[in-house]
């Protein structure tokens, strides 16, 4: 189904895509398993009981994982008013030092320690659940071709998402790689898309956007003066975007349909 579209102006000397949910996906069947308090639930995290026992002996796997969910929905506010990223490293510390507050248990490692050893296993387990649709490569050499292409990506573990670009062989299409833990700013900043923009040689309104999240990506990037192009639901409000395409395999008569084939 071609994409429909509201018309544009500035013919585009540049495409920058979103990562997540917008070139590949997660599938959660890939996702291990873990146990707790008797039931089987996916999780990122395998052994999450002994590595936590290392922090603290008396820390309750669920009462952590309840910490965690609650701590990320502040962490995304916080984030979404601040422009800034937040590493993952740091959602879990605080996610440890919350979920352990009053605790008199012996620490048998250091908080640092388990920390980092949380966040690896996370990103392992979220990495491997990571998939590339085929179509992905013919459709980013064709494009390329015609545009500059970028990556701009809000995820806060800059090396698990450079090793999935080159693991899924993403990265060789990609002119600029713009990752938020790198720089330290995120969507729908204006600051990370002008990066964005600099780093590959073009002013913001020579450039589209192309992204799943109507407020990073769309909002964000038309308040930053890029032309955004929404991954959505064509019978949704898409708010600044020229274009709502369902699959970016419906981006070449979208561009098309605009006058930028």
């Known amino acids: 189904m071609a994409g429909s579209s509201k018309g544009a102006n500035t013919t585009p000397r540049a495409i920058i895509f979103d990562l997540f949910q917008t070139l590949v996906f997660f599938d959660g069947s890939k996702l291990p398993r873990i146990e707790i308090g008797g039931k089987q639930r996916?999780?990122?995290?395998?052994n999450l009981e002994g590595r936590l026992a290392e922090y603290d002996p008396?820390?309750?796997p669920l009462h952590f994982l309840k910490t965690i969910e609650a701590l990320s929905r502040e962490i995304s506010a916080e984030k979404r008013a601040s422009g800034r990223e937040i590493s993952s490293g740091e959602r879990f510390r605080r996610a440890l030092q919350r979920a352990t507050q009053g605790s008199g248990s012996a620490r048998s490692a250091s908080l640092e320690a388990v920390a980092d050893g949380l966040v690896a296993a996370?990103?392992?387990s979220l990495s491997g659940a990571v998939y590339c649709p085929q179509d992905r490569h013919p459709l980013l050499e064709s494009l390329q071709q015609r545009f500059r292409l970028g990556l701009l990506s809000n995820f806060d573990h800059g090396p698990t998402a450079h090793a999935v670009l080159e693991r899924l062989e993403l990265d060789r299409w990609f002119d600029v790689r713009v990752v938020s833990d790198d720089v330290g700013y995120c969507k729908p900043s204006a600051e990370i898309f002008a990066l964005s923009c600099e780093r590959m040689g073009v002013a913001p309104h020579e450039a589209l956007f192309v992204g799943d999240s109507l407020c990073a990506d769309v909002e964000g990037a038309a308040a930053a003066g890029l032309t955004p192009i929404w991954v959505g639901k064509k019978d949704e409000d898409s708010g600044p975007a020229v274009a709502v395409i369902e699959d970016v395999t419906e981006l070449p008569s979208v561009l098309q349909s605009l006058g930028f084939a």
Do not use: G
Request: proline residues 9%; hydrophobic residues 25%; aromatic residues 0%.
């Open 42 to 46: 996916p999780s990122t995290i395998e």
């Open 58 to 60: 008396e820390l309750d």
């Open 122 to 124: 996370h990103m392992r």
